[in-house]
Every structure is written in structure tokens, then in C-alpha cells.
């Protein structure tokens, strides 16, 4: 499985955007790129997918890079809800049916 | 309740002890999975179920570990003669539309 890096920790500060990057360098021309976040107690939650283009949805944007070598989750305004680990996976929906998680990044929202 | 529903939320258990984990998918998912989250790791795969069928146990830490999805809704992980080191989250996910749902998970301490 192609593998991810993401920092360990960020911090953002409430109602101000986030970016939260992705490193994929050997992804494959199959692989999706997803992101889910997991809020303490609690099962991970979907946030958004992409393979080439960028991605909206009304919880956030997926910015991919041209050579798809890296990607970005942006929450256009950090609330203290978004508080979570984040998880950037990669998948290729033919090849593998599970979710291979890494260690993803802590958010942390200041008030 | 559209979501995934896990049962019970905590267990705790004597070293030796067998214990049943239960998962209710959301309705119509035929696509269930079962994962285990160490404190501070991201989940990991245990095994995959396609309606009744089990596709994929290769995550199965030991033959102590068994699943059974039989008449391909609610699942059931099975730990016998539990240890220490079955202490986790144990999660499940049903998927539709290429997203995973999942559920808040049983934590599981062995005593």
C-alpha cells in the first residue's frame, strides 16, 4: 500500500481556516485520496475523497496537487468541534476494500 | 438510528475470559468491517465481510479472534480466552457508496 505523512500535531485558533497537509509521494494512478477524522470517544467519521480534482463538500475542501504527490484538507473555519485526529488514507477501490489508517494529525483549536 | 450501532460500549474482562462484540451496520450496507485501535494508533483491519459472506480475515491478530456474520446484518467479534494485550477499541464499519461508517466502537479492557 502506498503510504501517507502527515505532522503529528497542528494548531489553529477558532474560526480562522486550517490547512492540513498530506505527503503521498509513491501514490499509484489508482489510489483516492480520503481524509476521516476521529473526535475523542468517538469512530471516525468520513470527511471528503478526491483522486485528481480539487474537492467541496459543506465540511471542507480537498486541494490536490498536480502531480497528486500531495493533498491538503482545508476547513475554511476551525471551530472547536473540529478538535480530532485527521486522517489522510490512500485506497484503490480495486485492489483493497479497507481503510489503511496511519497515525494522522492531532488538531488542536484554541479558542 | 441510521448510524452504525455497537454493543456494549465498554467490557471489561478477566484474562481468560471469552467475550462477544457486537456490530449493527446500517441498513442495506452489505459491506462490513471490523477494526482495532491500540490508545494513541489509528485503527487497524481485523477482517471483512461481503453480506454473509467473510471475505477477508487476514487482519485476525489469532486464532483466538473469530467473526461471524450470519444471515449477513448484525456481526459479532468473538475474543476467547482473552489477554492483556486484546485491550483496544474495537470498531466496525459498514460502507456505502465508497464511504466507511463507523461505528463509536467498544473498548475492551482485559484485567
Known amino acids: 500500500d502506498a503510504k501517507t505523512t502527515q505532522p503529528n500535531s497542528m494548531e489553529s485558533n477558532e474560526e480562522e481556516p486550517v490547512h492540513l497537509p498530506c505527503n503521498h509521494s509513491t501514490i499509484s494512478g489508482t489510489d483516492y485520496i480520503h481524509w476521516y477524522r476521529q473526535l475523542p470517544s468517538q469512530g471516525p467519521e468520513y470527511v471528503i475523497h478526491g483522486l485528481t480534482s480539487n474537492v467541496n463538500n459543506r465540511m471542507a475542501s480537498l486541494a490536490i496537487a498536480e502531480d497528486r504527490k500531495s493533498s491538503t484538507l482545508i476547513l475554511h473555519r476551525a471551530t472547536l468541534r473540529d478538535a480530532a485526529v485527521y486522517y489522510c488514507i490512500l485506497r484503490d477501490p480495486g485492489s483493497a476494500r479497507q481503510l489503511t489508517f496511519g497515525s494522522g494529525t492531532q488538531l488542536t483549536v484554541l479558542p | ?111
Open chain 2, 1 to 111: 438510528g441510521a448510524g452504525v450501532s455497537q454493543s456494549p460500549r465498554y467490557k471489561v474482562a478477566k484474562r481468560g475470559q471469552d467475550v462477544a462484540l457486537r456490530c449493527d451496520p446500517i441498513s442495506g450496507h452489505v459491506s462490513l468491517f471490523w477494526y482495532q485501535q491500540a490508545l494513541g494508533q489509528g485503527p487497524e483491519f481485523l477482517t471483512y465481510f461481503q453480506n454473509e459472506a467473510q471475505l477477508d480475515k487476514s487482519g485476525l491478530p489469532s486464532d483466538r479472534f473469530f467473526a461471524e456474520r450470519p444471515e449477513g446484518s448484525v456481526s459479532t467479534l468473538k475474543i476467547q480466552r482473552t489477554q492483556q494485550e486484546d485491550s483496544a477499541v474495537y470498531l466496525c464499519a459498514s460502507r456505502g457508496q465508497n464511504i466507511q461508517y463507523f461505528g463509536a466502537g467498544t473498548r475492551l479492557s482485559v484485567l
